[in-house]
């Protein structure tokens, strides 16, 4: 089974016509919300024994983030904070995306959610979401 972003404003199945409205809606950003729109890429790795997630968060400290686990979602949030900075002579600006994020992943059956771990290295925040023994996924059933 493989992790999942999650999309808490969407049903998986069935999107409702006015979700799918206020997303169009939504997704046209003005300028302005644009400079403060943060998402951090994310990566995610699938190896025989864990699950790798890799957040690109340059310029926080481990301190700003908060990673809670709730009914099988692993939410990630956090906030970096930036000065605005402008020098005059051979002009220099700041362009760091900031504000305010939040990742929600829907975790497979076979994470071992007792056993997560998080580091933060270098403006990555990598988390281990080990596996545990594979679920059986076929059950046979004798008639008696």
């Known amino acids: 089974m493989n992790l999942v972003r999650y999309n808490s404003n969407y049903d998986d199945f069935a999107p409702s016509f006015n979700g799918i409205f206020n997303r169009l809606f939504d997704n046209s950003v003005s300028p302005q919300k644009e400079a403060l729109?943060?998402?951090?890429?994310?990566?995610?790795?699938?190896?025989?024994?864990?699950?790798?997630?890799?957040?690109?968060?340059?310029?926080?400290?481990?301190?700003d983030f908060e990673i809670e686990i709730s009914d099988n979602l692993l939410t990630i949030s956090g906030?970096?904070?930036?000065k605005y900075e402008k020098k005059e002579g051979?002009?220099?600006?700041?362009?760091?995306?900031?504000?305010?994020?939040?990742?929600?992943?829907?975790?497979?059956?076979?994470?071992?959610q007792s056993n997560i771990?998080?580091?933060?290295?270098?403006?990555?925040?990598?988390l281990g979401l080990p596996k545990s023994e594979e679920l059986k996924t076929k059950n046979t059933i004798k008639v008696k």
């Open 90 to 112: 051979h002009y220099y600006s700041f362009e760091t995306k900031y504000g305010a994020f939040k990742r929600t992943f829907r975790l497979p059956k076979n994470v071992d």
């Open 79 to 82: 906030e970096r904070k930036s």
């Open 37 to 63: 729109r943060f998402v951090p890429e994310v990566d995610i790795i699938e190896n025989e024994k864990d699950f790798e997630l890799q957040l690109v968060v340059p310029g926080m400290k481990k301190e």
């Open 117 to 126: 771990s998080a580091s933060y290295t270098d403006g990555v925040l990598f």
